[in-house]
């Protein structure tokens, strides 16, 4: 793949602190491709042997998503990942944007209390979506939340823009936030996202570098903290895997890659241009 001039000499300064780098990740539309049920999302089949071999050539490999921890770790082959990797390698998992954590060493998994205000929301939840002709629309208890999948009912775009201002009101009346997605609209609780994620796992591995790459809304603060620390010195790549149903992240991105394909392709290239120097 070629790079875009600029997006290439980001590269190429990050690559001379690959031994120093966080290469930190969004799950959904990133290294699993976007279907209509979220249980069925399993990571690229390519996914875990590029980031084991990655991992062993970076100070750490750090999944940042929406997703509960513990199941990004199954649904991203997390455990196998872990057991292919070399002695001093690191995966980091943050999972609801922050709040849960798990990692390759521990393979502990570390999650708060459930924020108060969900379960009234959730009392509440049925009656809204009939209110908004959405009664259909699929509910993932996330545990820390509640995500309302549009999906997969017959206008997903239309119902996504009815619920979203209700969900809002909804969620500020019991001191929740609303997190919008990829016809997904997760209620959760507010304060954490992923650039504190992403700050909280570069300060933790004293990372030198840092590349991000995610495809959603919700990794635009990932993006935001990434480029602030870049301002700050640290070589950064902002990697975007591109889809028709989100632009945002395309539009500040370094680079745009073909989907979870694209983005696992130059973190291949990424693995072994590091170990090649
Ligand atoms: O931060 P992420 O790893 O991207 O997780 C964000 C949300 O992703 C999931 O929903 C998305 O993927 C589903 C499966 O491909 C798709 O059906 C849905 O339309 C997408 O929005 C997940 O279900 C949510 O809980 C995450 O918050």
Redesign the pocket.
Known sequence: MDLPEQARARYDALLAVADRTVVGL?????L???????A??HVHPDGPAVLARLAAQVRAVAI????PARQ?VELGRLDDVADRLSPGAELLVRGQ?GHEQWDSTTREFRSPDVPPGLAAFADELPDLLAAEDAADAFV?D?GL?L?V?T?RLDAPADAFARLEPRLADAAERHGLGL?P????L?VRSPGMH?GHALREVVATTGAGGVLFG???L??LEAFEAARALGEQGLPTLLVCSGSVEEQALADVADVVVPGPQGMLDLLRRLAADAAAR
């Open positions: 969004d799950f959904d539309g990133t699993a491709p976007i279907v209509d049920d979220p069925q999302a940042i998503t929406g997703r990004v944007y993932e996330k939340a995500a999948h999906r997190e997605g990829k016809f997904v997760e992923k995610g495809d959603d919700g990794d």
